[in-house]
């Protein structure tokens, strides 16, 4: 094995350094990215389903718990699927179920063909809930607590929209 004070270090060595270290910073980032914007359509998905049984009397009072509890038996260390946040999954479906662009990328991708969700009767998409390319992007860009708190804190279409780009 050479010694180290041996070794011949290139001019542009630190330069090689920095530019990987930028590829590796860059690529990092967008893994994160793309992982969040899964782990929103997965919690958009949940949402709805949970929804879509939930407002129609199929499931009662203690079935979120019992489907948490049971999720954590069958997918041991699971994270964030808790009866609280099952719960903010449907509130997160539910307020953005009306924009047809969040539903159609968000609410097909999961589960079996046959059990597709579409918008509910109560929640029909207009086109003054539709997003744009940039609206889109800024949607899944910001991770689920962002969206937990804009939601909390904003009723109105138009202010949610507002503190997504904001947060983006």
Request: net charge positive.
């Amino acid at each position: 094995m050479k010694n180290d004070a041996a070794i011949s270090i290139p001019g542009d060595f630190s330069k090689a350094v920095k530019d990987i270290k930028l590829a590796i910073l860059h690529a990092r980032a967008n893994a994160a990215r793309l992982a969040n914007a899964e782990a929103l359509k997965l919690y958009f998905f949940v949402g709805g389903y949970i929804s879509k049984k939930t407002r129609n009397a199929k499931w009662g009072s203690g079935a979120i718990d019992a489907l948490s509890k049971r999720l954590q038996v069958e997918l041991p260390g699971l994270r964030g699927f808790s009866a609280s946040s099952m719960i903010f999954m449907r509130l997160f479906h539910e307020a953005w179920a009306a924009c047809p662009a969040i539903h159609y990328l968000a609410s097909n991708e999961f589960g079996d063909p046959k059990n597709r969700q579409e918008p509910s009767a109560e929640i029909q998409p207009t086109a003054m809930h539709e997003f744009g390319q940039e609206d889109i992007a800024a949607f899944f860009s910001i991770g689920f607590t962002h969206h937990r708190e804009i939601i909390r804190f904003c009723k109105e279409f138009d202010e949610r929209r507002f503190y997504i780009r904001e947060c983006a």
